[in-house]
Nanobody, 123 residues
Framework: QVQLVESGGGLVQTGDSLRLACAAS????????MGWFRQAPGKEREFVAA????????DYADSGKGRFTISGDNAKKTVSLQMNSLKPEDTAVYYC????????????????WGQGTQVTVSS
């Protein structure tokens, strides 16, 4: 099994920055891809960004392109999401996710989920 623990959420104002972090433990060899999803109140969970450790590739949802940057440490199986120029519509619970296969596999249905961390952006 894989355990994912997020940190770094909080309350910020429009235009502020925030950095989320996620650390994997357990069967971390199953964490070839790690990434982030979010779920706003009353909305479905949506993909935010992901990184493939071996391939080095990254993927972003349009909502975060140019504002969000994902980075990761393959040796430590950690992933971070730097979020800049935050907007009220970025308010959501952010979930760390991991998958043993591809960016597409994680985006479709990750094998592992964290518990989530709340990000609130006030206007």
């Amino acid at each position: 099994q894989v355990q994912l623990v997020e940190s770094g959420g909080g309350l910020v104002q429009t235009g502020d920055s925030l950095r989320l972090a996620c650390a994997a433990s357990g069967r971390t060899d199953n964490c070839e891809v790690m990434g982030w999803f979010r779920q706003a109140p009353g909305k479905e969970r949506e993909f935010v960004a992901a990184i493939h450790f071996s391939g080095g590739g990254t993927d972003y949802a349009d909502s975060g392109k140019g504002r969000f940057t994902i980075s990761g440490d393959n040796a430590k199986k950690t992933v971070s999401l730097q979020m800049n120029s935050l907007k009220p519509e970025d308010t959501a619970v952010y979930y760390c996710a991991a998958d043993p296969e591809t960016l597409a596999a994680l985006q479709a249905d990750p094998d592992y989920w964290g518990q989530g961390t709340q990000v609130t952006v006030s206007s």
